[in-house]
């Protein structure tokens, strides 16, 4: 009998839940939440990308287009269609997560996601849910968009919509980690306008890194957003600056790292338990 007590008592410290080994209502009650979150303003989280996405199209056209060769043998619209897609999918993703976390430190309402049984991992998976579906619903927007006004029809759209998902889940991977740095808006702006912008725009999202100079074109080869890009941009219309799969494993290994720094945050409590 002492035995038997001895057993249930050391279950008890190592932390066994009574929920299993994953919290499913848990971590189902947390994605729900995030991605209701962003869903009941529509208009500012889905539409408005959007219709940015479709000024940076019209902007270009106008400007640029008519007097603009070809680019890798396809149409310049066509050929900057799928970067501008993936640039408005990884914003997205990033304001996702970061919001989410910022806000909820901000208003010291952080304890409601830190006091239910939820292990790290699972709190993680919640915020990526996401950042993952508003990422996708954007892109599946902007695609609508491509298919009916430009006539683009996806030459590979299995392959484009894994680049989405995982960009989405790599800017949303990385949005958690700087939500967790931030303990202000001000804060979270500066990451957004030093780190995020540069990152999509110096990534081959309006031209082919081809046409750079040595030393940029082998900084673009570093950035993972480069190979996100490009990755869509093959998916979309069938050709690429680099060889695809290639670029999944990149996007695949730097996903896997920024995860693993956002979990280890999370499950730490690094920031947020104070």
Same mark, same amino acid.
């Given at each position: 009998?002492?035995?038997?007590?001895?057993?249930?008592?050391?279950?008890?410290?190592?932390?066994?839940?009574?929920?299993?080994?994953?919290?499913?209502?848990?971590?189902?009650?947390?994605?729900?939440?995030?991605?209701?979150?962003?869903?009941?303003?529509?208009?500012?989280?889905?539409?408005?990308?959007?219709?940015?996405?479709?000024?940076?199209?019209?902007?270009?056209?106008?400007?640029? +287009?008519?007097?603009?060769?070809?680019?890798?043998?396809?149409?310049?619209? %066509?050929?900057?269609?799928?970067?501008?897609?993936?640039?408005?999918?990884?914003?997205?993703?990033?304001?996702? *997560? %970061?919001?989410?976390?910022?806000?909820?430190?901000?208003?010291?309402?952080?304890?409601?996601?830190?006091?239910?049984?939820?292990?790290?991992?699972?709190?993680?998976?919640?915020?990526?849910?996401?950042?993952?579906?508003?990422?996708?619903?954007?892109? #599946?927007?902007?695609?609508?968009?491509?298919?009916?006004?430009? +006539?683009?029809?996806?030459?590979?759209?299995?392959?484009?919509?894994?680049?989405?998902?995982?960009?989405?889940?790599?800017?949303?991977?990385?949005?958690?980690?700087?939500?967790?740095?931030?303990?202000?808006?001000?804060?979270?702006?500066?990451?957004?306008?030093?780190?995020? *912008?540069?990152?999509?725009?110096?990534?081959?999202?309006?031209?082919?890194?081809?046409?750079?100079?040595? #030393?940029?074109?082998?900084?673009?080869?570093?950035?993972?957003?480069?190979?996100?890009?490009?990755?869509?941009?093959?998916?979309?219309?069938? #050709?690429?600056?680099?060889?695809?799969?290639?670029?999944?494993? #990149?996007?695949?290994?730097?996903?896997?790292?920024?995860?693993?720094?956002?979990?280890?945050?999370?499950?730490?409590?690094?920031?947020?338990?104070?």
């Amino acid at each position: 009998m002492s035995d038997n007590n001895t057993q249930s008592s050391f279950r008890i410290e190592v932390g066994e839940r009574r929920f299993g080994r994953v919290n499913w209502l848990g971590l189902k009650t947390l994605a729900g939440r995030e991605i209701k979150r962003f869903l009941v303003v529509y208009t500012q989280t889905l539409l408005a990308p959007m219709v940015t996405a479709a000024l940076f199209l019209l902007i270009f056209s106008i400007a640029i +287009g008519p007097r603009r060769g070809d680019v890798m043998g396809v149409p310049f619209m %066509s050929f900057i269609a799928p970067g501008i897609m993936m640039m408005t999918v990884i914003q997205n993703a990033f304001a996702n *997560t %970061s919001s989410s976390i910022v806000i909820s430190k901000v208003q010291g309402n952080i304890v409601d996601t830190l006091m239910p049984p939820l292990s790290g991992f699972e709190i993680l998976l919640g915020y990526l849910a996401g950042a993952i579906a508003r990422g996708a619903l954007v892109a #599946v927007g902007i695609g609508l968009g491509l298919v009916l006004v430009l +006539g683009m029809v996806p030459a590979h759209p299995l392959v484009a919509l894994g680049f989405v998902i995982l960009g989405a889940a790599f800017l949303g991977g990385l949005g958690i980690v700087a939500g967790v740095f931030a303990d202000k808006f001000d804060q979270m702006a500066a990451i957004t306008n030093f780190v995020v *912008t540069p990152l999509a725009f110096l990534s081959g999202t309006f031209y082919s890194v081809e046409a750079l100079p040595p #030393v940029l074109y082998a900084i673009s080869h570093v950035n993972p957003v480069f190979y996100l890009i490009d990755g869509v941009r093959y998916g979309m219309i069938g #050709v690429s600056d680099s060889d695809p799969a290639f670029g999944a494993l #990149v996007c695949l290994g730097a996903t896997a790292v920024i995860v693993a720094l956002a979990w280890q945050m999370l499950r730490t409590g690094y920031r947020l338990k104070n």
